[in-house]
Structures are given as structure tokens and as C-alpha cells.
Nanobody
Framework: QVQLVESGGGLVQPGGSLRLSCVVS????????MAWYRQAPGKERELVAT????????NYADSVKDRFTISRDMAKNTIYLQMNDLKPEGTAVYCC???????????????WGQGTQVTVSS
């Protein structure tokens, strides 16, 4: 079994900041790409930010560039999302996603966390 558990969501005023965390645990041999997605009410799920270990590369949605920062603690299988200057349109459930290698069965699989609610409102 593999679990992804997010934390750090909450209510914040426009212009405020939050830091989300996601821990991968369980029968984990290795973790490759990890990412944050969000889904606002009535909207499709959106890729927010990605971290790729090879080359320590990061990618961001245009809507969050220069405001959000994804970082990672490889030893702890944990990623973070520092969100600054939050806007009301950032209200959504933020979910963590990871590509995990398990032994057994010696293969890569993709996993999702349950998500954490972020509400940006005055």
C-alpha cells in the first residue's frame, strides 16, 4: 500500500500565503515525478506545479508562476507548495500526485492523495 497525505490547507485572505505539504509513505522503493494539482468547484482539474528529480526540474502553470514554489525533500519523500499572493481564484482542493516504484511488484504506478482545501476569501 502507498499513501499520499496532504496538509497545510485552510482559509486565507487574498494576498496571503500558505504552505502545503505532501508525504508519500508505505511500500515505497522509489518516487519519481511528484506534482500538485487543484480542482475548483465546477472546473476541471488543473496541473499547478511539477517536480522532476532528474535535473531537479520544476514546472508551473502560467497562472501561478512567480507566486508559487514547489520544493522537495527527497529523503523524506515529501513535497511542498509555497503559495504566496493568493487570489480568490486559487480556491480549490489541492491534491498531490506521485509516480511510485514498489517492490514487489517491481513496477511504477501513479498515486493520488485525498487533497486539502484551500479557500482564499476576505
Amino acid at each position: 500500500q502507498v499513501q499520499l497525505v496532504e496538509s497545510g490547507g485552510g482559509l486565507v485572505q487574498p494576498g496571503g500565503s500558505l504552505r502545503l505539504s505532501c508525504v508519500v509513505s508505505g511500500d515505497v522503493f522509489s518516487v519519481n515525478t511528484m506534482a500538485w494539482y487543484r480542482q475548483a468547484p465546477g472546473k476541471e482539474r488543473e496541473l499547478v506545479a511539477t517536480h522532476i528529480p532528474a535535473g531537479d526540474r520544476t514546472n508551473y502553470a502560467d497562472s501561478v508562476k512567480d507566486r508559487f514554489t514547489i520544493s522537495r525533500d527527497m529523503a523524506k519523500n515529501t513535497i511542498y507548495l509555497q503559495m504566496n499572493d493568493l487570489k480568490p481564484e486559487g480556491t480549490a482542493v489541492y491534491c498531490c500526485n506521485a509516480d511510485v516504484y514498489r517492490v514487489p511488484p517491481e513496477r511504477w504506478s501513479n498515486y493520488w492523495g485525498q487533497g486539502t482545501q484551500v479557500t482564499v476569501s476576505s
